[in-house]
């Protein structure tokens, strides 16, 4: 049988996804909470589920669908740009002076080098802290302005290790009604672990594992 299982099976809630500790898992709770505000920064390796967790904190937050602004780094090519994708929000936010809505605002892929945008989003993140709940991602949190990681909280993600991964790939399994001896599915996450860190490579994995039975 042939199936996408990061597709099919990608976690549409906190609660279904698959945390690597219980350091990440207690941070993300907290923002899930509402009770951590600051900037979030997302950094690790790829696959490791930064992207997901951009979507999955701000539907806790809402407890429906967030309305997310999301904008790729690389399309922000100027201070400009910076204070206008803050300024779209500030009409909206009378709308809500008098609960804890977020004005979500979904940076991917961040990589700042010029000196002047890294500027305008400091002084965005100081004016719109707790207005706007700023999520960033990036595979190069080294290269982050020091002055943004000071106002932001800092999250590293891993991948999880196979003993983590297997109660969510046997659902897969059991969910498609597929018998397969759990001992194989073990050291097929141990081996897929061992050749490359990435969650990703676990449900490629699981695929193949599929397309045998």
């Known amino acids: 049988m042939y199936i ?7 976690p549409q809630t906190l609660s279904e996804f698959v945390y690597p500790n219980e350091e ?6 907290a923002y899930a909470s509402g009770e951590m505000k600051s900037s979030l920064i997302l950094h690790g390796a790829s696959g490791c589920g930064k992207s997901l967790l951009q979507e999955l904190i701000p539907n806790a937050i809402e407890n429906s669908n967030a309305n997310l602004q999301r904008v790729l780094c690389a399309d922000i090519q100027t201070a400009k740009d910076v204070h206008e994708l803050y300024g779209k929000n500030k009409k909206f936010d009378n709308l809500f002076k008098d609960n804890d809505h977020f004005n979500y605002i979904i940076i991917e892929e961040f990589l700042i080098t010029n000196q002047k945008i890294s500027d305008a989003f400091k002084i965005e993140l100081d004016k719109r802290n707790g207005v706007d709940l700023t999520i960033i991602s990036t595979n190069y949190f080294d290269k982050v302005d020091k002055g943004i990681v000071s106002r932001s909280i800092e999250l590293e993600l891993i991948a999880c290790e196979p003993k983590k991964f297997f109660p969510h790939a046997k659902r897969i399994f059991d969910s498609e009604g597929v018998h397969i001896d759990y001992s194989v599915l073990m050291n097929c996450l141990e081996v897929t672990y061992t050749l490359n860190q990435d969650n990703r490579k676990y449900y490629r994995a699981i695929d193949k594992l599929l397309r045998k039975h």
């Open 24 to 29: 990440t898992k207690e941070l993300v709770e």
């Open 4 to 10: 996408d299982s990061m597709t099919k099976y990608r």
